[in-house]
């Protein structure tokens, strides 16, 4: 780079870019834009097409060359879809198995996260060894226990078997500690010599403090909930237990290529975590990005 | 507040007589390290969650360890059979099968990064418009439920009347089946799981793109580097930190593939041997076949796995990776 310094004609093209940048940077502006909007066409397309989808009837949906827009919108796919299964319970299902394990992971993992970052304690290290261990393994592996589990105690086809093995995680612990170690010591020995006990010091100035953090692990736990297959696969067989995940996979069964139908399903149960992001778009963003710098 | 306020007065001037409040000058101490506290607290911070890891992680894991040297019995119970799982899952047709499968879509995953990274500088455009609302779009995927996306992208692939050939068709290319054609089902899948997660990839790569300091890429311009130049001497090394992350984490995302791959071939879907990746067939020998000690072991080895591989890049990005 030190050599290209000295060439005076490079240097005279750079103050030269300078000198006329914005018909440049709305030429190049025009390239990027075309180039993004292709994109974003690409992503979203699958949704357009499920949204017009869902209100075609079965002959539109599946004629060569395509129906593009419905001719006319029916509204029986819906119905269809509460008809061949408990959809209003499965809904139910998956909102409390998404509250219960989010409140769950926030009370627990702020409170382990603060744990490891702020109070000392023999062991400290080899325990947080532990759950950096948890966290390297895959999710299949104690997948066959947690179920045996599950049917020693009776809660196969239970909100308590979809909710109480997710309310704990490694991942949300550590993603908190990192949280609390950047957080200043200062304000804490502020409270300690006021006398506040490490509990009251948690509650009632940390935790305030630690919402950026708090967000961002709402986010992951209320999408990896709501989304999740596997386990809540595994551990429900009653329709009316299941949540709106397996109730999909339940629908592929019933109608597997009644698309109007199964996008009706699609739509109905991917339209609410939507909506969430739609409203907090910037924390969800935000929440991710988080994660990505902690790496 | 007030609360605290309220305390100070009633601060027990016993225990600072004791030594048990420690009173140190500010700074002086490394950052994370509070006083020694009786270990109580401890135990009431990290206890419940540490519990509840043992009870439905950790143990779980050592018992899927022992259970890979046991089969199960036709009226459940299990008998010890050693190496026997082992044995047959390497002399196992399917299991040479599910690696290649897992692999290969492992491989195509990769490719999301690339393109990640290039629609995250192109949205670093200095003065651009609409940013939010293209990361936005980007990012819908990725709050989308896995099965509704399988559901949708079945029907754009679908051979007879799926969009995707009709749209192929105006260009006089004649499509095929793309899910239950064996040569192209699993990049069919692989191309949905890029799609999925570019906005995550998006949003991480843009995060690192703003942290890197204006006046680096304003001296290169001054030695008169070029766009090209700029972007693979400056950009991709200061952005190296995150593409790391990205890579190790889509890697691990990539061998656990399940959701994507269980919801799109459907039941009695003629590809399925050339789609079946490592945790398909760990789920159909635990819970179709009912062959626990057999899944486990498969299970296992996918831990192996991951764990190779993940050493292997932690070892290569001294390499290439630049911390600042």
């Known amino acids: 780079m030190s050599e290209l310094s000295l060439d005076t004609r490079a240097v005279t093209s750079a103050t030269a870019e300078r000198s006329v940048p914005v018909a440049r940077r709305t030429r190049s502006h025009w390239v990027v834009h ?3 909007i292709a994109g974003a066409a690409v992503m979203i397309f699958p949704f357009v097409w499920q949204t017009l989808t869902a209100f075609k009837t079965f002959t539109q949906s599946v004629a060569v060359p395509p129906v593009i827009i419905p001719q006319p919108w029916v509204w029986t796919n819906f119905a269809e879809v509460f008809a061949s299964m408990p959809f209003g319970q499965m809904f139910l299902n998956s909102v409390l198995l998404t509250i219960g394990r989010t409140v769950g992971q926030v009370a627990l993992c702020t409170m382990a996260g603060y744990g490891f970052a702020r109070i000392r304690f023999r062991g400290r290290n080899l325990v947080f060894v532990l759950f950096l261990s948890v966290l390297m393994v895959p999710s299949q592996l104690y997948l066959l226990p947690q179920y045996e589990i599950m049917q020693n105690l009776g809660w196969l086809n239970s909100l308590q078997a979809l909710i109480v093995p997710g309310i704990f995680s490694a991942f949300g612990t550590f993603l908190m500690r990192q949280f609390f170690m950047s957080m200043p010591v200062e304000l804490e020995e502020a409270a300690r010599i006021d006398g506040a006990n490490p509990w009251q010091t948690f509650w009632r100035v940390m ?3 630690a919402k950026p953090g708090i967000i961002a692990l709402v986010v992951f736990t209320v999408l990896w909930s709501w989304n999740d297959l596997l386990w809540p696969l595994v551990v429900t067989t009653d329709p009316e237990k299941m949540p709106l995940s397996v109730g999909l996979s339940q629908l592929v069964g019933l109608h597997s290529t009644n698309y109007p139908v199964l996008m009706a399903g699609a739509l109905l149960a991917t339209l609410p975590m939507l909506v969430t992001f739609m409203f907090l778009q910037k924390q969800f963003i935000q929440g991710i990005a988080f994660s990505g710098s902690k790496g | 507040m007030t609360d605290l306020i309220a305390q100070r007065s009633s601060a027990p001037i016993s225990e600072l007589d004791r ?13 994370g390290r509070g006083p020694r506290q009786s270990p109580l607290w401890a135990v009431l911070f990290i206890g419940p969650t540490a519990i509840g890891l043992l009870v439905f992680y950790l143990w779980p894991t050592i018992r899927t360890f022992t259970m890979s040297f046991t089969e199960t019995g036709p009226f459940g119970g299990s008998t010890f059979v050693g190496l026997a799982n082992y044995v047959r899952l390497f002399q196992d047709p399917e299991l040479v099968g ?12 990769l490719v999301g990064i690339p393109i990640a990274i290039a629609i995250a500088a192109l949205l670093n455009t200095t003065g651009l418009k609409g940013r939010g609302a293209y990361r936005t779009l980007y990012f819908i995927p990725v709050v989308t439920m896995p099965a509704a996306i399988a559901l949708v992208w079945r029907m754009i692939y679908n051979g007879d009347y799926g969009i ?4 192929l068709h105006l260009f006089g290319i004649e499509g095929k089946s793309w899910l239950t054609d064996p040569a192209t089902a699993l990049v069919a899948i692989a191309i949905v799981g890029i ?27 001054l030695d008169g580097a070029g766009p090209v130049r700029k972007f693979f001497s400056i950009t991709i090394p200061l952005l190296s930190p995150s593409i790391f992350f990205v890579s190790v984490v889509s890697v691990i995302g990539a061998l656990q593939v399940f959701d994507l791959v269980y919801m799109m071939l ?5 590809a399925i041997p050339d789609t079946r990746t490592i945790v398909y067939l760990f789920y159909e020998a635990g819970f179709i076949d009912n062959q626990r000690g057999y899944a486990a072991a498969i299970a296992f080895l996918l831990l192996i796995i991951i764990l190779v591989l993940t050493v292997i890049q932690f070892r290569l990005q001294k390499k290439w990776v630049h911390y600042e």
């Not at chain 2, 030594?19 to 950052?31: D, E, K, N, T």
């Not at chain 2, 995707?164 to 749209?167: A, E, G, V």
């Not at chain 2, 999925?196 to 890197?212: D, H, R």
Request: hydrophobic share 45%.
């Open chain 1, 207 to 209: 935790l305030p403090l």
């Open chain 2, 195 to 221: 799609w999925a997660g570019l906005g995550t990839n998006i949003v991480i790569f843009l995060a690192g793109l703003q942290g890197i300091p204006d006046t680096i890429l304003e001296a290169a311009d």
């Open chain 1, 34 to 36: 075309t180039v993004l």
């Open chain 2, 98 to 109: 599910a690696l290649v499968n897992t692999a290969e879509y492992t491989i195509i995953a």
């Open chain 2, 266 to 270: 459907g039941k009695s879907n003629p």
């Open chain 2, 164 to 167: 995707l050939n009709q749209f």
């Open chain 2, 19 to 31: 030594g048990r409040v420690h009173v140190r000058v500010p700074g002086s101490r490394r950052r």
